[in-house]
């Protein structure tokens, strides 16, 4: 399995989404990396064909995914950020109903979306209606239904949003156990559910590819440039207007600051180690500033 994406650009207008994007994808757990606005679901939508970019290619396994559209989409599933549904629908009649649309033999299509309720732990609330579902169910029966077809690119936009803590880290899990023989692509800017699942991450800047690789050495590239300081209370303001803060700890004595910074930010400042965490704030400074 090999997804190639080709000089990716798109244009609205006079606006400039995605620039000249570039990557090759094998089996494994992507993350892509980027604030809102990024460029994330547009380009998850050329992939999946919703979309025609202006430039480049999307090829899977060397062929054109527009020369033959119908092959593609029938090795691809697609979790997309408006998960639309049916809210009178029963989880197991949707599941049916999604199986059809894809063309699935009725006989396999029940065994199929059984399976599937089961493998998102939704086997126990099949019979009951989607609106009665919580926000973590309707998620992942939204996975469910994108696993209809068994397919070897998975593609799951901005997955986790609105979820607990608890929902997120079993859908972490889950997306994790598909990892072996798909290609699964995660868009998030919510950094640690890349950080726990992604094999890989990518990011995506102001519709750049700017950086790629696993999680330590991309946080690697800002050692040197994180700092915890003690602010007295009469300059913190200033501290706060004139750097990027990633965290911030009240004490009696003053305040802690975690500054994203080049320069030393103040005399007192000590070099910490980076996360993940201050790697975003680092490429998406400009989000966080306002």
């Known amino acids: 399995m090999l997804l190639e994406l080709n000089n990716i650009t798109k244009n609205y207008d006079d606006t400039v989404v995605l620039n000249d994007v570039s990557f090759s994808l094998e089996p494994g757990v992507y993350g892509l990396l980027g604030s809102n606005g990024s460029g994330k679901t547009t380009l998850f939508r050329i992939i999946c064909g919703v979309i025609k970019q202006n430039a480049g290619t999307v090829n899977y396994n060397h062929d054109d995914a527009r020369t033959n559209p119908d092959a593609f989409r029938s090795v691809l599933g697609f979790l997309p950020q408006d998960f639309s549904y049916y809210p009178d629908f029963t989880g197991m009649k949707f599941m049916l109903y999604i199986a059809a649309l894809k063309g699935i033999n009725k ?3 029940k065994k199929r979306c059984l399976e599937l309720l089961k493998l998102v732990g939704l086997e126990d609330v099949k019979n009951k209606k989607i609106k009665k579902y919580s926000g973590g169910m309707k998620q992942r029966l939204g996975i469910a239904q994108a696993m209809i077809n068994d397919p070897e690119v998975l593609i799951l936009d901005e997955p986790t949003v609105g979820l607990d803590p608890k929902e997120r880290v079993r859908f972490r899990n889950l997306i994790s156990s598909f990892s072996e023989n ?6 998030t800017h919510i950094v640690s559910d890349v950080e726990y699942i992604a094999d890989e991450i990518l990011v995506l800047n102001q519709g750049k590819l700017e950086n790629r690789g696993v999680s330590s050495a ?3 590239t800002i050692n040197g440039y994180v700092w915890e300081s003690m602010v007295e209370t009469d300059k913190l303001d200033e501290m706060l207007a ?6 911030q700890k009240h004490e009696a004595t003053g305040t802690i600051l975690r500054i994203i910074s080049k320069e030393k930010p103040s005399n007192n400042a000590q070099q910490v180690q980076p996360t993940l965490e201050d790697l975003y704030l680092y ?4 989000d966080a500033e306002r």
């Open 107 to 109: 006989n396999f299509a």
């Open 182 to 187: 798909k290609i699964v692509i995660l868009s």
């Open 218 to 220: 991309l946080v690697n």
């Open 242 to 247: 004139k750097h990027i803060i990633s965290n």
């Open 283 to 286: 490429y998406f400074r400009e």
